[in-house]
C-alpha cells in the first residue's frame, strides 16, 4: 500500500497506531480488513518493510465537513494518526465521505520482499487477500 514518506517508520516506532483511508465512495478494505488480521506496509514501487495487527476497525460514512474535523482531532494527534499539521490534513480530507480507521498493534519490521500486484492494477494503493504469499515473491 502506498505510504507517505516516515509512515512506517512512525509505526515500528510506536508514534503512529491508527491507519487511515478518506474516500468518496466505498472501496478497499472498507468491509474487508477485520480485528485480528496482519496487515503488512510498503512504499510505492518499493518492497515490503513491516506488518502489523490489526486491533479494532472504525467504519465512518456520510461524512461532512464537520465530522472530518471532529475525527481529526480525535485521532489526529501523536501516539494515533500521528498528524502533525490538522489543518493540512483538514484541507485534504473535508470533503470526503468515507474514512476507514485501523487501530494497529505490534508492529515489527520484516525482511525486505517484493509483491506481484499483476491483476489487481497498478495503483492499486490497498490489496486484500487471504494470504501474502500468493503475491510474495
Known amino acids: 500500500m502506498q505510504k507517505e514518506l516516515g509512515s512506517i517508520?512512525?509505526?515500528?516506532?510506536?508514534?503512529?497506531?491508527?491507519?487511515?483511508?478518506?474516500?468518496?465512495?466505498?472501496?478497499?478494505?472498507?468491509?474487508?480488513?477485520k480485528k485480528g488480521e496482519t496487515i503488512f506496509f510498503k512504499y510505492s514501487g518499493g518492497p515490503v518493510l513491516a506488518k502489523a495487527e490489526v486491533t479494532k476497525v472504525i467504519e465512518l460514512e456520510n461524512l461532512n465537513p464537520q465530522n472530518v474535523r471532529r475525527v481529526l482531532k480525535e485521532y489526529g494527534a501523536k501516539g494515533k494518526l500521528n498528524i502533525e499539521n490538522l489543518t493540512y490534513s483538514y484541507n485534504i480530507f473535508k470533503n470526503k465521505k468515507y474514512c476507514i480507521l485501523i487501530f494497529l498493534k505490534n508492529p515489527t519490521k520484516v525482511h525486505p520482499f517484493k509483491i506481484d500486484k499483476t491483476g489487481f492494477g497498478i495503483s492499486s494503493a490497498w490489496l486484500c487477500l487471504p494470504d501474502i504469499n500468493s503475491i510474495k515473491y
Do not use: F, M
Open 9 to 33: 517508520s512512525d509505526l515500528i516506532s510506536g508514534h503512529k497506531t491508527v491507519e487511515s483511508r478518506w474516500y468518496l465512495s466505498r472501496k478497499a478494505p472498507w468491509q474487508k480488513v
